[in-house]
Structure formats: C-alpha cells, structure tokens
T-cell receptor
Framework: DTAVSQTPKYLVTQMGNDKSIKCEQN?????MYWYKQDSKKFLKIMFS???????INETVPNRFSPKSPDKAHLNLHINSLELGDSAVYFC???????????FGSGTRLTVV | AQSVTQLGSHVSVSEGALVLLRCNYS??????LFWYVQYPNQGLQLLLK??????LVKGINGFEAEFKKSETSFHLTKPSAHMSDAAEYFC?????????FGTGTSLTVIP
C-alpha cells in the first residue's frame, strides 16, 4: 500500500535506447510531478500535471515526454537516451498548497 | 521569485551534539516552508513544515525549525544528534504549484 510507487527502481540501459518510468499514487492527490536529482543531489523539476493537465514544463529536452492517463498515474518516457540522462528520477504528488509533496522512492537511471 | 539557500553543503557533528542546518529563503508571497530528509538510496521524506501560526515547528525524529520572517530564515535544529540522523537534508519553499528546493546539506554524525 505504498503511497507513491515508481517502477523500475533501477534501470541500466545503453545510449540511444528508449525507456519509460512509471509512477502511481494512491493518495487521491490532484497534482503529480517528475524531478531529476543529479549526482550532486540537486533536485530539478521537470514536469507537473494537475488532473491529467500539464501545468509545468520546465526546460527539458523534448526527448522527455510525460504521459498522464489519469490523475493517479504519471509516466515518463525518454527517447534516445544520452549519458547525461543518468540520474535519479523522483515522482511526487501533492494536494493543497500548504501540504508537502509525497515522494516515490526514486528510479536510478544509468546510461552506458 | 522564490528561492532557497542552504548554507553549508556538508555539516559534521559529534553524536550527542547540537545539529543546526541553515536555510534562508526569498519569497514574494507569504511562504510555505518545508524540510525534507533523504536517507541513502531512498526518496525524500517530510520532516516538518511551516504554513501559518506558531513559528516554532516540531517535526519527526526530534527535529524542529523556527520561522523568522525578519531574517527570512527557517533553520533546522536538533538538540542531540544520533547516528541515524546522517542523511541529506533539503529545505524547500512552496509557491503556487511547485516547490523550490535548496541544494541540500549532507549531515555526517561522528561517533
């Protein structure tokens, strides 16, 4: 009964491949996010969806495409993977402004 | 514009000593402020938050933080460090639909 679950937890792939990371939340939250954490632990927002509608789309290569089939799911598809895409990707969800995020446990992507 | 500055990317304390992790923010609106902790190979976990009301906020694991509007600060403290407190700590300010995270402070606890 994990609140925000991401799969897979680890992903090792070769340059040029296409991969997806899935995220599901069972908290009934309206808003979901994708964050990228680099090797220096810096957290950068990538996308945010509110009730399946894209509301934040930061400067991210268009090789990254989020998809939200319903408000409980937000998946991240990455085309033509590059070495610089290696990072930990976190999914998160929230409801009201005064609440914090609930984070998933992360997906460690390694591109070789 | 909103931003968060965490002073000191690495802090080391002895077990049993006071923990003080510094966070300053800038916000054009009354801020919602948060501290998160990230243990190795895990996601971020909410430690505590300030929204409105009492400026001294208590969180989990004995941590607390004080919102000081005049200093635009939200420093995190714990009276006595435990080995299990070793982790990465993130301060964040929330505005509208997103958070702005600090760059994190890595806490090392020396036995």
């Amino acid at each position: 009964d994990t609140a925000v679950s991401q799969t897979p937890k680890y992903l090792v792939t070769q340059m040029g491949n296409d991969k997806s990371i899935k995220c599901e939340q069972n908290l009934g939250h309206d808003t979901m996010y994708w964050y990228k954490q680099d090797s220096k632990k810096f957290l950068k927002i990538m996308f945010s969806y509110n009730n399946k509608e894209l509301i934040i789309n930061e400067t991210v290569p268009n090789r990254f495409s989020p998809k939200s089939p319903d408000k409980a799911h937000l998946n991240l598809h990455i085309n033509s993977l590059e070495l610089g895409d290696s990072a930990v990707y976190f999914c998160a969800s929230s409801q009201v402004v005064s609440d914090g995020y609930t984070f998933g446990s992360g997906t460690r992507l390694t591109v070789v | 514009a909103q931003s968060v500055t965490q002073l000191g990317s690495h802090v080391s304390v002895s077990e049993g000593a006071l923990v003080l992790l510094r966070c300053n923010y800038s916000s054009s609106v009354p801020p919602y402020l948060f501290w998160y902790v990230q243990y190795p190979n895990q996601g971020l976990q909410l430690l505590l938050k300030y929204t409105t009301g009492a400026t001294l906020v208590k969180g989990i694991n004995g941590f607390e933080a004080e919102f000081k509007k005049s200093e635009t600060s939200f420093h995190l403290t714990k009276p006595s460090a435990h080995m299990s407190d070793a982790a990465e700590y993130f301060c964040a300010v929330r505005s509208y639909n997103q958070f702005y995270f600090g760059t994190g402070t890595s806490l090392t606890v020396i036995p």
